[in-house]
Every structure is written in C-alpha cells, then in structure tokens.
C-alpha cells in the first residue's frame, strides 16, 4: 500500500534522507528506529506531505482506489483524506478550537470525500466518547481546545483518539511513545491495537524497544543517516534494546 | 440604577451618571445610550453590574467601590470618516474587580485609551480587546495600569486580526507603585497579519517601583502558522477550512474570557 523507493528529501537545504526504500503492505506493522539525527521523523513529515520538506529525488507512492500513485506533490489534506494519518511526535495546540469540533470538522471531511454521511454534533458527541472509552480519556478535554491544557500523555491519547475517528489504511506514528509513563503507555498501545487490522498498516517510528513489548510490529528496520540499513523481524528490536545501535552502525 | 439625565445633550459633555446601589445586583444587562458622549459609572459597595454599549467616540469613568464588580462591553464600528475616540478610566477600591472587552471592527481609526488605577488591596482589573481590521483601517490602543496597593492583579490580552493594509499599535503601560507589594500583572498582545502588507506594532512599558511582584508581558506579531496550518491539514481540512478555523479560534480564545455569559453571546452574535 506504500511504496518508497530512493528516496532523497531535504529541509532548509540538508539533506535528510539519502536513498531510503520501504514497502508497506496492508496488515502489516512496520518498526523504524534509529539513533537521533537519522532522519526517523522527517520521514513521518514527509509522507504526510509537511510543506517545508522537499523531496529531491525518488518516489512516494500510495495505493489509491487500487492504484499505486505516487503522492510526492499532493497536499496533506487529500494525502489525509485519502487514508494517510500522522500521529506527531509534539501535537500542535490550537487555542480557541474546542476539540470536540475540531475532530467532528476533520470526520466530516473524509466523510464528504468518500461520499458518506456527514454527522451533525448530536450524532458525534456520543461516537466519540465512545472512542474516548477505549483510551480511558477524561470527557473533559473534549471541551477544551485542541491540545491546550492537555498534559504530554493527554496529547498523545489525543493524538490515538484522531486516529480512531478518522480510521486511517496507513497511520504513522512518530514517537508516540516519547514522555509517556508506562501506565499511559499500555492505554495507547491498546488503542492502536484495536485499530489494527488486515485491511490498514502502520508504521511505528520509535528511539526505543519498549513500545514494541506492546505494539508488536512484524518488521523492524534501522534507520540511519537517512538510510534504511537493516531489515528484519521483531527480534531486531530485541536485539537492539540489549546492544544498542553501534554494532550496526559499524 | 438612576439615570440622573434622561434628555441629556448629545452636544455637551455633561457627565450622565448611574448610580448601582450597594449590594444590588442587576439582573438585566445596562445599556449605555448610543451617541453618549461622557458616561460615569458608579458602583456601590458590593454591588455587581453587566454594562454594554456601541458607544463611539466618548469618555466613560467608573469607579468601583469595595467589593464591586463591573463587566463592561464595548463593541465599536469603525465605519466613519473620522477615528472612532475613547476613553475609559477607572479607579478600583479594595476586593473589586473590573473586567473590560473592547471589540472593533471596521475599515476606518479607531483610538482607545484605558486608564486603570488599583487604589485597594486585592482589586483585580482583566482588560481584554479584540479589533478586527480591514482597509486602510488604524488602530491604536493605549493601556495604563497603576497598581496603587498591595495583592491587586492586571491581566491584559489584546487581539488584533489585520488584513488588506491595515495597522495596529498597543501601547501598555504597567506601573507598580512602591507599595503594592505582591502584585501580579500580565500582559500579552497578540497580532495575526492576514495579509503582506498588514502591520503591527507593541510597545510595552514596565515601570515597577515594588520588590515582591510577578509581572510579565509578552507580544506576538506573525502570519498564520504554518505548523498548526499543517496540524489541521493533515486531519483532511482543506486549507482554506483550516485557516478560518484558524482565525476563528484566534478570536475565540479572547472572546473566551468574557465572564458574562450574556455579553459574550452578543460578541459571538456579532461575530456572525
């Protein structure tokens, strides 16, 4: 479903990434880590379609109505819209957008594109507490406006709660991990993990193993300097966890 | 409430005065009369008052006895040929509590300025603008906080949304006297410029004669932004539908600290 071949991509000028493949296929969860400064979270930006990262060389393609197309110069809302998720690393805050409308706002432009119905506030106050549920969220935040007062592990559930309602074929998660407390940490794997099925794919980027105790990917790769340099199953990461990077760096 | 001049004379600057009796709490929302030209306001001990008005170019004094407090909402067009004037000022007794929204829109000068003395312990002023501009539209605001007494509180948040070639100057001025130990005073001006060729300008002033104080201001003058455009974007809303939600929750934000549920209503309404 997502096809990366030699891909070259700066920002402001550096090059980033510098050759890098990877191949998704539908019910797959992939792993990519990788020491700091390899070019894990520009990836994320880049196939979400962040304006200020530039792809140089190479393709990005993206399977739409069956047809793989390359999405190098797509804008993120359609990329979006068409079943590409990014959960960031550092959620946005956005003071005096009340979160409940920002997410109804945001189903209802994927509804519209697929052609289905639309939900009206009445409809989607009780979808999305549903949702909520599954991520032990407090119903207050609903109220509250996107990420504003929310703490660090708030943001990431708010992050999974998006991904719930949008339903995303390919969700990428950059460092959702990162500033969670273990308890925070089990609640958000179990909401990905009940978004996971043989139809959709994910890409975890992650610094560290322990993550993957709880989404189990069935393909890890190493990135490193803007390359992917190593593939192979969950054991890599286990490997990696006992090592650290060096001995592949080497 | 005594209205102490009903034919009062639009030409002359007689004050009209309106007394809130001590204790009193008013349920309906007082009116300043469109064209009034100088208004007083007095608030007696302890009694609490919703006040709105479109008033233009005017001169408007409260003063706020011990344990009162007054939300005043102005909301101003700034249609006319010439600059829409006004000035507010207010003197505050101990344990009162004055809140302020000053809304603008328009495409022509608008000129507020805000004196505000905290004579007694504990008083708290929260002053809040929101001028939206368009045109050739300027707009300045001038705010002068005096803290006068120990424990008194300022909290200062003026919006302004620029378009076409409009422009914007802030000008806040806090002054801690000597004795007013422990204050807090805050103050943030914030400008979003929905255009290339739309300007702003801050410029504030600290002068804090008082050792134990907490005080901070801060300003920002920027284009939409781009990390929160993209936020949105890639949740599947359009660009367009993302910078007006953008925008929209710009203004809402300070809208949001109108205290009385009925003037915020009337802002939100004439938002619409």
């Known amino acids: 479903m997502l096809n990366i071949k030699d891909l070259y991509a700066s920002v402001d000028g550096h090059q980033i990434l510098k050759g890098l493949d990877l191949s998704v296929k539908a019910g797959e969860v992939h792993a990519i880590m990788g020491p700091n400064g390899s070019g894990k979270s520009t990836l994320s930006k880049i196939v979400a379609g962040h304006p200020q990262y530039t792809v140089d060389r190479g393709s990005i393609e993206f399977e739409i109505n069956g047809a793989m197309t390359n999405i190098a110069a797509m804008e993120p809302d359609l990329r979006a819209r068409e079943g590409i998720f990014l959960a960031f690393q550092y959620p946005v805050e956005i003071p005096g957008v009340p979160t409940s409308e920002f997410l109804r706002s945001s189903y209802n432009a994927l509804a519209r594109h697929h052609g289905l119905a639309e939900m009206d506030p009445l409809d989607f106050d009780p979808f999305i507490r549903e949702k909520m549920k599954v991520l032990e969220m407090d119903e207050k935040y609903i109220d509250r406006a996107v990420n504003v007062d929310f703490s660090g592990g708030e943001k990431k559930r708010n992050e999974i709660l998006q991904m719930a309602v949008l339903n995303p074929r390919l969700a990428v998660l950059d460092e959702t991990d990162s500033g969670l407390d273990v308890d925070s940490m089990k609640i958000v794997a179990h909401g990905v993990n009940v978004l996971r099925t043989k139809r959709n794919a994910m890409v975890v980027i992650t610094h560290y193993q322990r993550l993957l105790n709880y989404i189990k990917p069935d393909i890890v790769h190493v990135l490193y300097q803007g390359r992917i340099i190593k593939t192979a199953g969950p054991e890599l990461a286990l490997q990696i966890e006992e090592k650290g990077y060096d001995w592949l760096i080497a | ?272």
């Open chain 2, 1 to 272: 409430m005594i209205g102490s001049s009903p034919d009062m004379d639009h030409l002359t600057a007689v004050p009209q005065i309106f007394r809130f009796r001590r204790r009193s709490e008013a349920t309906d929302i007082m009116r300043i009369p469109a064209g009034a030209r100088h208004i007083v306001l007095h608030v007696e001990e302890g009694a609490r008052v919703a006040v709105a008005g479109n008033f233009g170019p005017s001169e408007v004094e409260a003063v706020l006895e011990e344990g009162a407090h007054l939300e005043i909402l102005r909301v101003a067009r700034a249609d006319g040929i010439s600059p829409c004037v006004s000035h507010f000022k207010a003197r505050l007794a101990a344990g009162s509590c004055l809140r302020s929204f000053f809304f603008t829109r328009g495409e022509s000068g608008v000129s507020d300025d805000i004196n505000v003395v905290l004579e007694g312990a504990g008083a708290g002023v929260f002053l809040n603008g929101l001028h939206l501009l368009a045109g050739e539209a300027k707009a300045e605001s001038t705010t002068n906080i005096e803290h006068a007494a120990p424990s008194t509180t300022s909290d200062q948040l003026y919006k302004c949304l620029l378009r076409d070639t409009s422009y914007s100057l802030f000008n806040g001025r806090i002054l801690v006297r000597r004795e007013a130990q422990l204050t807090n005073a805050y103050q943030l001006n914030k400008n979003m410029l929905l255009s290339t060729q739309a300007r702003a300008d801050t410029r504030p002033e600290l002068e804090i004669f008082a050792d134990d104080v907490k005080c901070s201001h801060g300003a920002t003058i920027g284009h939409m932004d781009h990390d929160q455009l993209f936020y949105l974007q890639t949740r599947g809303i359009d660009k367009a539908a993302a910078g007006e939600m953008l925008t929209n929750g710009f203004v809402e934000d300070v809208v949001d600290r109108i205290s009385d549920p009925r003037l915020k209503n009337e802002v939100q309404r004439s938002l619409r």
